[in-house]
Structures are given as structure tokens and as C-alpha cells.
């Protein structure tokens, strides 16, 4: 008995030491999640509700930030400006990230190479990015009135003129696809051979089975791609901020722009948090709607 | 008659195989040709960077476009780093760097091991908390975050330990609360796969759990510590936005920040001196995705996260 009872101690007091050691080991993230997470998500709810430029007193305003992020023009125009960016700079990227994966899947030499070039220009920093691409796009000594020019289109001021601001940040998007690439050049990876010859066996074609097996297979990847893509280029502002500083006419002022200039410049820290507030409700709620459509396209192996 | 049915049947599908291997071929030559065009089309904005960054200024503006310049002008390399102190930039980075990749790794393994090994009370609850963290977009926390270092005297000049600006606070002590959820989850994935029985034995023996996690499981883990240490890297050394917020003072400034002064100051004058620099802040990263690549494309293969 007396036996039963001590091994009944020992196995309640290992068991205390592992949940003190438990939260021990987790207590950095334990600490950061409250201190650098919930509190902050917490304090910028409150923050919504103030007038506050760091300075003064904050002082209750009730709705108006809200209000006014909802009606703002130039609040508008950059919601604007990110949807318009996000909506055509995403399906591009997906079908050149997945056309080069595929092309790399396919028997060619110098398969590393490749990849490793296609995948370079997402590691180079962003302002080296964006000092670069500047210049690129530079009406009189840039690369790529330079290189049209051989095709013979002739010179644009691409980040100059209103109508041809917004593109160019679309057309620079394109470079940035090494995640993705490398992404479906795993997925591609992943199909089963034997699929593929009974395709062949069966007599279809090349063209056939890319799109009755290869890209039913890759949707769960593509769907996945496609769900980052739009939540990164929500918040794409760096090269705006250093190639255009908005402009021109506020069109490449994108929401992330004008949430750092309402903070960061103007020191409007509750109007800035409303507009942060309005673009995470606005990135969940996009997610959530794809997931919800995904079940119609998205093939699920059960 | 049979016999020779068969000869001449097998003689045509011989005949349709090479036909078809000539196809085969000739299309992979095709492919081989276009992916080479795509690959300058995609390394052209980078090689025109580093070969205008040796062009003499009378070439920079030459029209048509000089392509190579005649006498590489290495003069620009030195010219633009003594524009701005860069040195000193290069200093802060690479202390920021590091110090952001030893913390990472020091937290992301303690947390990571609590929540692969260890048994206690909410660990499921924090640990879907953490892959939560890990979807929250950066500009919701970016302004009440400001305002805490701020509070917490993080946004003022001075320093730390009598070396250590406070203003680099703000941008390390985050990864030192294990604040990178991507890495976290990434080295639960591979504690988990390292045999139980080891710790056991070593608990046996009257080990603690600080000398298991640190003797026993981080020396098996140095694939997972070696992509989260690229990871991280890369993901300070890339930063911008921390780093425009947080650091007042042109003593305290990265590389990022001196680079982009550097092209406020130059919009229309010496590209060839903003094109060194911004070839010298590539460099780093070029010999770590030269060296390291192994590493994080195995990374985002299995992740789909990592890089920026």
C-alpha cells in the first residue's frame, strides 16, 4: 500500500514539474503573444475611438475615425488603388509562376540554374528592389523603354503618367515569383507517375492531361499560392512609398501607404488605426470568401 | 502471312516511336531556347543594376544604351560608400541580424519544444493562438506596437548596456518572445520527428530539460535551425518598414534606410553611385542564397512560407 501511494505522489509531482516546465519553455511566446499581440489588437481597438497625435491628450471622438475611413476620398481612392493592384497583379502571377514550374518539371538541362535565377529577384531587398526598378522604368535611360523601343513601341513615362503608374507596379509583380514557383515545382513533384501513364496509355494527350489531371491535382496549391498572393499584395507599399511616394495624382497611394503616412506622418494614431482596422476586416473577409468558394474548385483528396 | 503482319506492324510503331522522340526532341530544344530568354528577362533588371553600377557617367546617360561599360569605373564602389557612412550602416544590420537570428533560435526551440514534448494545461489553445499570429497581417499590430516602445522609452536616443542603441529594442526583443510563429511551427515539425526514447534516457540519467532541449535535440536539428537562421536573416536584413519607424538617427540607420536616403538625394544625378550601393546591399544576401539555397528551398517546399 504504502508503495502505491509513494508512486501515486511521484507520478502527480512529475507530472506538476512537466506543466511548470511547459509553461517555462513556452513562456517567451507566452509573454510576446500577450505584450506584443493581444494587447496591441486590443489597444488599437480603443485607439479607434481617439484623437490622439502622441503629443497631447488623447480625447474620445466616438465614431468619427471610422466614419471617416469609410468616407475619406483618399481612403477610398487607395482601397481602390490596392484592389485594382491585387486583382490583376495575382492571376498573372499565378499562371507565370505555374507555367515556369511546369516548364521546369519537363526534361531541359540546367534546371537549377534556372530556378535559382527565376527565384532571385524575391531575396533582393526590397529598397535595392525599388532604387532598380526606378530607374527601370525611366522614360529616357531605363531598360525597359530601352528594350521595347526594339520591338519598336515607343517610349512611356511609365511611373509618371496616371494611366500607366498603376501597370507598372502590376508588370514589376511579375518578378516576384520564386515562392510561388517553388511552391508548384513541389506540388508538381508530387503526382503520381502512374497517373500520368495511364493518361497516356488511354491515348490523351499532353495537352489533355495537363488540364484533366496535372491542374485538377496542383488546385489545392494553386488555391493556397493564390490565398498568400492576395494578402501580401493587400499590403504591398515599399516600392510606392520609394519610387512614387503615392503619385502620381495618388494613384499608386495603396492602403498600407496611406496608413503609415496617417500614423507615421501626420501622427493621426486613432484615424490610422480605423484604416488598419478596415484593411484587416477587409483581408479576413476576402480570405474567407475564397475559402468558402475553394470547395467548388479546390480538388480534395478524400 | 502472320509473321510477317507482325514484322510489318512492328516495323511502323519503331517507325512512330522515333517519329515521336524527334518531336520530343525538338520540343525540349524549343523549351530549353524560350527558358533561356525568360531567365535573362527575369536576371535583366539585376544585371543591368551591376553593370551600370561600373559605367562612367557619361555612359549612364548615353543614348542608345551602353550595355558593358568600357572601363569599368570600380571608383564608383568607394565614391558611394563614402557618400553616406555605410560602413556604419553595414555595423548596425549586421548586429540587428544577429542578434534577431541567435534569439529566434534560442526562443522558437524552448517554445517549440513545450509545445512538441511537453505536457501542460492550454498548450492547444496557445498553439492554434500561434498559427493564428501567423496569418495577422503586420499593420494591424504596426501603430499600437509604435506606441508601446514608444511608452517603453524604445523610441528615444540612447543605449543599452553602453554599446547598444534602444532604438534597435523594438526590432529585436520580438524574436526574443519567440514572435516568429513560422519558426516555431517549423521546428515542432521537426522535433517531432526525433525518437522519444533518446530524452528518455537521458531523464533517467538525471538530466534536466534545458540540458535535453540544448545537448540532445537542438545537435540533431541543425538542418531545421540552418533554414530558420537563413529565414531569419533574410527576413531582418530585408526589413524596411521596422526599420523607417524605429530608428531615429542617421547613426542608428541599416543599410535599407542608407540606400533609400541615398536615392532620395539622387533622383536624377549619379545612378552609378545609387547602383553600387544598391549592388553592395545585394551582396550579402547573393553569398547566402549562393551558399544556403538548399536550405530554403526546402524551406518554403515544405512551408510555402519563408524569404520576405
Known amino acids: 500500500m504504502a508503495i502505491v501511494t509513494r508512486s501515486k505522489e511521484r507520478i502527480t509531482w512529475m507530472r506538476a514539474r512537466e506543466w511548470i516546465e511547459g509553461y517555462l519553455f513556452a513562456g517567451p511566446f507566452l509573454v510576446g503573444f500577450f505584450a506584443f499581440v493581444a494587447f496591441p489588437m486590443l489597444f488599437s481597438i480603443w485607439l479607434m475611438f481617439q484623437k490622439w497625435d502622441l503629443l497631447g491628450e488623447p480625447t474620445f471622438v466616438g465614431l468619427r475615425n471610422i466614419e471617416r475611413a469609410l468616407t475619406d476620398e483618399l481612403a477610398l481612392k487607395s482601397l481602390y488603388n490596392s484592389a485594382f493592384y491585387t486583382i490583376l497583379a495575382v492571376p498573372f502571377q499565378l499562371v507565370i509562376s505555374f507555367t515556369l514550374a511546369l516548364a521546369l518539371t519537363q526534361a531541359i538541362k540546367f534546371r537549377s540554374i534556372y530556378r535559382a535565377g527565376f527565384y532571385l529577384p524575391i531575396i533582393i531587398p526590397v529598397v535595392a528592389t525599388a532604387v532598380v526598378w526606378q530607374r527601370v522604368f525611366h522614360p529616357d535611360f531605363g531598360i525597359l523603354n530601352e528594350v521595347l523601343g526594339i520591338f519598336g513601341v ?3 513615362k511609365w511611373l509618371l503618367e496616371p494611366h500607366l503608374a498603376k501597370p507598372a507596379f502590376i508588370f ?11 511552391i508548384f515545382i513541389a506540388g508538381l513533384g508530387n503526382i503520381p507517375v502512374q497517373l500520368m501513364e ?14 484533366n489531371i496535372t491542374i ?3 488546385t489545392p496549391l494553386i488555391f ?4 498568400i498572393a492576395i494578402i501580401n499584395s493587400f499590403q504591398t507599399f515599399v516600392p510606392s512609398l520609394i519610387m512614387t511616394d503615392g503619385g502620381p495624382q495618388n494613384e499608386t497611394a495603396f492602403v498600407v501607404l496611406n496608413i503609415y503616412r496617417n500614423g507615421f506622418q501626420f501622427f493621426n494614431m486613432g484615424y490610422a488605426s480605423a484604416l488598419a ?3 484587416f476586416i477587409i483581408v479576413v473577409g476576402f480570405t474567407i470568401v475564397q475559402f468558402y468558394v475553394s470547395n467548388r474548385w479546390v480538388y480534395y483528396e478524400s | 502471312m502472320t509473321t510477317l503482319d507482325h514484322t510489318a506492324i512492328h516495323q511502323q510503331a519503331i517507325a512512330r516511336r522515333s517519329r515521336q522522340e524527334t518531336i520530343r526532341r525538338t520540343w525540349l530544344i524549343i523549351l530549353q531556347i524560350i527558358m533561356t530568354f525568360v531567365l535573362i528577362t527575369f536576371l535583366g533588371p539585376t544585371l543591368w543594376m551591376v553593370s551600370s553600377s561600373l559605367k562612367a557617367r557619361t555612359e549612364i546617360f548615353a543614348i542608345p544604351m551602353v550595355w558593358i561599360p568600357e572601363n569599368p569605373q570600380w571608383g564608383n564602389y568607394t565614391q558611394a560608400m563614402t ?18 537570428v541567435i534569439g529566434t533560435i534560442i526562443s522558437c526551440s524552448m517554445v517549440a519544444y513545450a509545445f512538441s514534448r511537453l505536457k501542460w494545461p492550454g498548450r492547444d489553445l496557445f498553439f492554434s493562438l500561434l498559427l493564428g499570429t501567423m496569418m495577422l497581417p503586420e499593420i494591424v499590430t504596426l501603430i499600437p506596437m509604435f506606441i508601446e516602445f514608444r511608452t517603453l522609452g524604445w523610441t528615444k536616443p540612447g543605449t543599452v548596456f553602453g554599446v547598444l542603441p534602444l532604438n534597435f529594442l523594438p526590432l529585436v526583443v520580438p524574436y526574443w518572445l519567440a514572435l516568429a510563429p513560422l519558426y516555431v511551427f517549423l521546428m515542432r515539425q521537426f522535433f517531432k520527428s526525433i525518437p522519444i526514447e533518446l530524452e528518455e534516457a537521458a531523464l533517467i540519467d538525471g538530466a534536466n530539460r534545458l540540458q535535453i532541449l540544448f545537448r540532445i535535440i537542438l545537435p540533431l536539428s541543425k538542418p531545421v535551425i540552418a533554414t530558420v537562421a537563413v529565414f531569419s536573416f533574410l527576413q531582418s536584413y530585408n526589413d524596411f518598414l521596422q526599420p523607417l519607424i524605429y530608428l531615429n538617427g542617421q547613426d542608428n540607420w541599416t543599410l535599407a534606410l542608407g540606400l533609400r536616403a541615398m536615392n532620395d538625394v539622387q533622383q536624377t544625378g549619379q545612378w552609378e553611385l545609387l547602383f553600387a550601393a544598391s549592388t553592395v546591399v545585394l551582396i550579402p544576401v547573393l553569398l547566402i542564397f549562393i551558399f544556403a539555397q538548399r536550405y530554403f528551398v526546402q524551406g518554403i517546399a515544405t512551408t510555402g512560407f519563408g524569404g520576405r
Request: net charge positive; hydrophobic share 55%.
Open chain 1, 154 to 156: 515607343p517610349p512611356q
Open chain 1, 172 to 182: 514589376m509583380s511579375f518578378w516576384m515569383i520564386g515562392r510561388q514557383m517553388v
Open chain 1, 198 to 211: 495511364a493518361a497516356q496509355i488511354d491515348g490523351a494527350g499532353k495537352l489533355r492531361s495537363l488540364f
Open chain 1, 216 to 218: 485538377p491535382l496542383m
Open chain 1, 224 to 227: 493556397y499560392n493564390m490565398v
Open chain 1, 277 to 279: 482596422w478596415e484593411l
Open chain 2, 83 to 100: 557618400m553616406l557612412p555605410f560602413a556604419k550602416f553595414a555595423i548596425n544590420t549586421f548586429a540587428i541580424c544577429i542578434l534577431t
